[in-house]
């Protein structure tokens, strides 16, 4: 019997191999992230597949206390069968490695060389947990867990030498493959906020990087081609896409551009959004002082835009809400933006952000460090401090645009930006079954806050007779379904008003 059960094994375990790379994922998976209890059926509403759990929730050293003690799943056991429940297909993780006992030391997340076994056994035990291969399964599985990813972010989360995290990439590569064929192993995410803001090509790669701001940029442009350099240990690229949502085609060519020095290809991975932060890794409430002392400034917005930006942030700091309305807004439209960016780039899987607001970053004392981020929550909700367990108190613009933009791209297929003569106008078209969808909006080039004209232009778009729909992305306090007008093409072409607001266009039923 036993014999049999093993034969089934693995031939399970061979069929999920042919069917869990990563690159075998035809169209964009859309995520969600941070994923707390509580959360699952709310967020099963969008009808996304994937999610992203809070990786603070089972760190290494939270799920073994000492090193002779067992695993402990309870939490992970708990948030994969909540998000299953709820539906999610695809659930993303991400293995923080902090273990005060194991750790190297305070800035080392790496095990020392006696805790390597330990290590082995904590990843290797994680993938067969959730493999779906019939052994040492979590009682339960719907569905087997295909993506891991070793540490948060190639920046300061990883605060290690990079040959000390390339040695513990290695052993957690071998562990989790031991364990399970068809896993995706992904290295720490590259950050790389503002380093493409002047779309430099390969021949200034190195001076844009060098160019960056140190203080958050924890990791060279060298340390990164050492990883790239190993793709042995790896099983697709990762970054984090923080800044302008079109930053994400000047890293795709990055990545593209390294990996073909090195004669490779991969599936390229968005493990993390935020919106784009305007300010970020310091204040922003403030306009003027010591560079050291001021946040550092994201495209599209510039020096000149820092006082405006100063009383823009003490807005929401102080809880203005209508200025927090407005905030909600630019984040569903940058969502979508951004989702829709990444699809048009071929990538794997891209994570929306975030499902709550940061409420910690909200702190008046720490004005505003983590910029928009802070307040882009998708719902309102209560924490429970004692269990983490989240209940929704209220659903917000960027929630509703979230699905609304994934009831259009789903099963979509040909997706491709149009040509224009305006550098500023992005149209993006693709097929969903029989029906032809077309996105569109005018990128400013300039920092947008409340009030100002956000500038307009017409477009002309080729669709054939007959009227259309022209759908706006739902964006604006308490808008539940989108706003919705016909348009009838004149000689099948349909001129469209753009603004900064994505549009949607498809044929009338």
Do not use: C
């Amino acid at each position: 019997m036993k014999a049999g059960l093993a034969f089934v094994g693995v031939i399970v375990t061979a069929l999920l191999s042919l069917s869990s790379s990563g690159a075998q994922d035809k169209n964009l998976l859309i995520g969600v992230e941070y994923a707390f209890p509580g959360l699952g059926k709310t967020f099963a509403e969008l009808r996304i597949p994937a999610v992203k759990l809070y990786p603070g929730l089972f760190a290494w050293g939270k799920m073994q206390k000492a090193p002779e003690a067992a695993i402990d799943f309870t939490m992970l056991d708990r948030l994969v069968r909540d998000y299953h429940d709820a539906g999610f297909q695809e659930i993303y993780i991400s293995l923080s490695t902090i273990n005060k006992w194991a750790n190297k030391g305070p800035k080392n997340y790496t095990p020392k060389a006696e805790y390597g076994p330990h290590f082995d056994k904590w990843i290797q035990a994680i993938v067969e947990r959730y493999d779906g291969d019939g052994t040492d399964d979590m009682p339960g599985l719907k569905r087997p867990l295909r993506y891991y990813e070793i540490s948060e972010e190639f920046s300061s989360y990883t605060p290690e030498p990079t040959a000390d995290y390339l040695a513990m990439l290695e052993r957690a590569y071998k562990a989790a493959h031991a364990a399970f064929p068809g896993v995706t192993v992904l290295h720490a995410a590259f950050l790389t906020t503002t380093v493409f803001k002047d779309h430099p090509g390969p021949a200034r790669y190195a001076a844009a990087f060098a160019a960056a701001p140190k203080r958050f940029m924890d990791k060279t442009l060298a340390d990164i081609r050492a990883l790239l350099s190993r793709p042995d240990i790896f099983d697709a690229v990762n970054f984090h896409s923080l800044g302008d949502p079109l930053e994400i085609e000047d890293n795709v060519a990055w990545l593209r551009h390294e990996m073909a020095q090195r004669k490779y290809e991969r599936p390229i991975f968005i493990s993390d959004t935020s919106p784009n932060f305007l300010i970020g890794w310091g204040p922003a409430t403030r306009a003027s002082g010591p560079p050291a002392t001021l946040g550092i400034l994201v495209p599209p917005a510039t020096e000149k835009d820092r006082p405006r930006l100063a009383q823009y942030f003490q807005k929401l700091v102080d809880g203005d809400k209508a200025t927090i309305d407005w905030n909600h807004g630019f984040v569903a439209d940058d969502m979508v933006k951004r989702v829709v960016v990444a699809a048009e780039q071929k990538v794997v899987l891209i994570n929306t952000a975030f499902m709550e607001d940061l409420v910690l970053l909200q702190a008046k004392f720490l004005q505003a460090g983590a910029g928009t981020s802070a307040w882009a929550g998708f719902v309102g909700s209560k924490i429970n401090i004692f269990n983490e367990r989240r209940t929704v108190t209220g659903k917000r613009a960027p929630f509703y645009a979230v699905g609304q933009l994934q009831g259009h791209l789903r099963d979509y297929a040909d997706l491709r930006r149009l040509p224009h003569a305006d550098k500023h106008v992005r149209i993006y078209r693709w097929q969903q079954g029989q029906r032809t969808i077309w996105l569109a909006w005018l990128d400013p080039g300039k920092l947008l806050l409340p009030g100002d004209d956000p500038g307009a232009k017409m477009v002309h778009l080729k669709t054939g007779p007959g009227d259309f729909i022209v759908e706006r992305a739902i964006d604006r306090p308490g808008q539940t379904a989108p706003d919705q007008a016909t348009l009838t093409a004149e000689a099948g072409i349909v001129s469209l008003k753009l603004t900064a607001r994505p549009v949607y266009l498809f044929a009338r039923k």
